[in-house]
Nanobody, 119 residues
Framework: QAQLVESGGGLVQPGGSLRLSCAAS??????????MGWYRQAPGKQRELVAS?????????TYTESVKGRFTISRDNDKSMMTLQMNSLKREDTAVYYC?????????WGQGAQVTVSS
């Protein structure tokens, strides 16, 4: 059972934008403690870490080279939510995107959101 819920995926033309959201569906966790991020997996390819954000205020962010300057990761601990703003989308960004949250040895994952970039 997914403990994080993604939303915002869909079909977009090349050059377009999408915003993915990831909300915690598990009650009782201290959301701010968790480092979080997004992976993606395209058909026939290995899962790839797209972006990550540190716990607490999220002061440390990392991006895979291919999305730098186009994607922005952010978090809102008050809303227990993380977002991935994706701009200037390319066909090669097509994949299922998964959010995750990790604190020491505890991990939560979302069910995946399909992003398709096609004309």
């Amino acid at each position: 059972q997914a403990q994080l819920v993604e939303s915002g995926g869909g079909l977009v033309q090349p050059g377009g934008s999408l915003r993915l959201s990831c909300a915690a569906s598990v009650s009782g966790i201290i959301f701010s403690r968790y480092a979080m991020g997004w992976y993606r997996q395209a058909p026939g390819k290995q899962r790839e870490l797209v972006a990550s954000i540190s716990s607490d205020t999220g002061g440390t962010k990392t991006y895979t080279e291919s999305v730098k300057g186009r994607f922005t990761i952010s978090r809102d601990n008050d809303k227990s939510m993380m977002t991935l703003q994706m701009n200037s989308l390319k066909r090669e960004d097509t994949a299922v995107y998964y959010c995750y949250a990790k604190f020491i040895t505890t991990e939560y994952w979302g069910q995946g959101a399909q992003v398709t970039v096609s004309s």
